[in-house]
């Protein structure tokens, strides 16, 4: 119940999907969170939502990840409304599966900006804020397309590769800083990011490839980011972990 008490997250693309399902259970387990997403009324109904439950725990705000001065903003929220930050999930993310030659310029800068650019400025604007607190944990939500290609989906598997090395050169340069930094890789995941995939395509996926038989579930990926943002992962960092239902192990 309570493996995040006292802890404050900000989660970027928070407003559904993935990011709800970890701002649910985040709060679950005592912290306070700071939503930010470019949908805004989804945002705020998540927010109303969970604040229901219980006392205030979750402030919604306006964060386009590919702007700084956004990130700026949602740090001082954090720091303003709850007095810190420990916990940075960069889960904010855009799909999309044209392959390489099929690739336009606006797209691959679109898919790059949201995916790559914005985990590092995420990370850029949080680190000062965690380094006030004496420690932190940053959760950087790549993909199986960030370990393995396809078919397609080019730009979308170099944001999402890039993600992993950002990973790793920053657990690198903040571990003597007690800031852990980890990625993870989640495999198809049902989220409305992936309606863009015909049933009959993702059913065979699950049916052939997919050890378990399964797609996965937001709250299958949100278990993992929790532990990551807990303690209980306190030597963990610069590693990725995969929640794929062992899509990647063969
Ligand atoms: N669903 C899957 O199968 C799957 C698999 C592997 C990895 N992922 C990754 O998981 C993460 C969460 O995705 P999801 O499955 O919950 O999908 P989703 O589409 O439901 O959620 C993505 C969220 O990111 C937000 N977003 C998009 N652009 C943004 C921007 N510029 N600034 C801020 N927020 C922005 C969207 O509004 C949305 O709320 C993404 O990084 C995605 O790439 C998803």
């Avoid at 960030?146 to 993600?163: P, R």
């Avoid at 990973?167 to 863009?196: C, E, F, W």
């Amino acid at each position: 119940m309570d493996r995040l008490k006292g802890k404050v997250a900000l989660i970027s693309g928070g407003a559904r999907g993935q990011g709800a399902a970890e701002a649910r259970l985040f709060v679950a387990e005592g912290a306070n969170v700071v939503v930010g997403d470019v949908l805004d009324d989804q945002a705020a109904s998540l927010a109303k939502e969970i604040n229901a439950k219980g006392p205030r725990s979750v402030v919604a705000i306006h964060l386009d990840v590919t702007r700084g001065a956004d990130w700026r903003n949602a740090v001082a929220t954090c720091e303003r409304e709850f007095s810190g930050l420990d916990v940075l999930v960069n889960n904010a993310g855009i799909f999309n599966t044209a392959g390489l030659e099929d690739t336009s310029e606006e797209l691959w800068e679109a898919i790059v900006n949201i995916n790559q650019k914005g985990v590092w400025l995420g990370m850029k604007e949080a680190v000062a804020a965690m380094r006030k607190r004496g420690s932190g944990a940053i959760i950087n939500i790549s993909s199986v397309a960030g370990l393995t290609g396809s078919t397609g989906s080019t730009a979308y598997h170099g944001s999402k590769g890039a993600v992993r090395l950002l990973t790793k050169a920053a657990a690198v340069q903040y571990g003597p800083d007690r800031i852990r930094v980890n990625s993870v890789h989640p495999g198809l995941i049902n989220t409305t990011m992936i309606d863009i995939i015909p049933k009959e395509q993702r059913d065979h996926i699950v049916k052939t490839v997919v050890p378990l038989r399964r797609e996965g579930t937001p709250e299958d990926v949100a278990k993992l980011v929790l532990f990551l943002a807990s303690d209980d992962s306190s030597y963990c960092t610069g590693a990725e972990f995969v929640v794929d239902g062992g899509l990647t192990a063969q």
